[in-house]
């Protein structure tokens, strides 16, 4: 199984700051099977990177995502008021998918 | 625009298997190279992938619950549906299901398309 650890686990910030979000592998995943995910309080989570650096449809272009191998990041350039939000990245490999323990963007 | 929906009891006792249902509308479950899959979040936690079935019937499971989880497809009535057996309080989660893209030629593997999710309390 490959575990995926992200950090930090609290990020606090303010809006306008940007945001680097880090989601490491316990082994080296494909790319291609890397995505990120924005989860609100209550809701389901929400696809907005694919392929480690894709954005999903609808995804405002201050999301961009980037990274191979086992080191994957996820940057808000500018953070917005309703991107604060736990992020989860996912991997898929040999049939299984793992997600990291999150890390929750909170307001300064 | 395709849509899932959960539904299934809420409330489960101790020993006993957990059934929960996903409903596609707004496209056919057999259009497209998807996959449909099942996550499951406690309260306050993480996300748990459960596992993913294929409209034949072809599945994958969390290797971690494998022992105890089914699931199935009903095409005809453009639904999925997740069994869980022997359930326990550790059971206890908000349960989501998706659809799984593969994109163009199988490149990719994502989750587009998720439930609201539905919670479901192992309780006597």
């Known amino acids: 199984e490959i575990v995926l650890t992200q950090s930090p686990g609290t990020l606090s910030l303010s809006p306008g700051e940007r945001a680097t979000l880090s989601c490491r592998a316990s082994h080296s995943v494909s790319s291609t099977f890397l995505a990120w995910y924005q989860q609100k309080p209550g809701q389901a989570p929400r696809l907005l990177i694919y392929g480690a650096s894709s954005r999903a449809t609808g995804i405002p272009d201050r999301f961009s995502g980037s990274g191979s191998g086992t080191d994957f990041t996820l940057i808000i350039s500018r953070l917005e008021p309703e991107d604060f939000a736990v992020y989860y990245c996912?991997?898929?490999?040999?049939?299984?998918?793992?997600f990291g323990g999150g890390t929750k963007v909170e307001i300064k | 625009q395709v849509q899932l929906q959960e539904s299934g009891p809420g409330l489960v006792k101790p020993s006993q298997t957990l059934s929960l249902t996903c409903t596609v509308s707004?496209?056919?479950?057999?259009?497209?190279?998807?996959?449909w899959s099942w996550i499951r979040q406690p309260a306050g936690k993480g996300l748990e992938w459960i596992g993913r079935i294929y409209t034949s019937g072809t599945t994958n499971y969390n290797p971690s619950l494998k022992s105890r989880v089914t699931m199935s497809v009903d095409t005809s009535k453009n639904q999925f549906s997740l069994k869980l057996s022997s359930v326990t309080a550790a059971d206890t989660a908000v349960y989501y299901c998706a659809r799984i893209n593969f994109g163009e030629n199988y490149y990719y593997f994502y989750m587009d398309v998720w439930g609201k999710g539905t919670t479901v309390t192992v309780s006597s």
């Open positions: 707004g496209d056919s479950i057999s259009s497209g190279s998807y996959y």
């Open positions: 996912q991997q898929y490999g040999s049939s299984e998918v793992t």
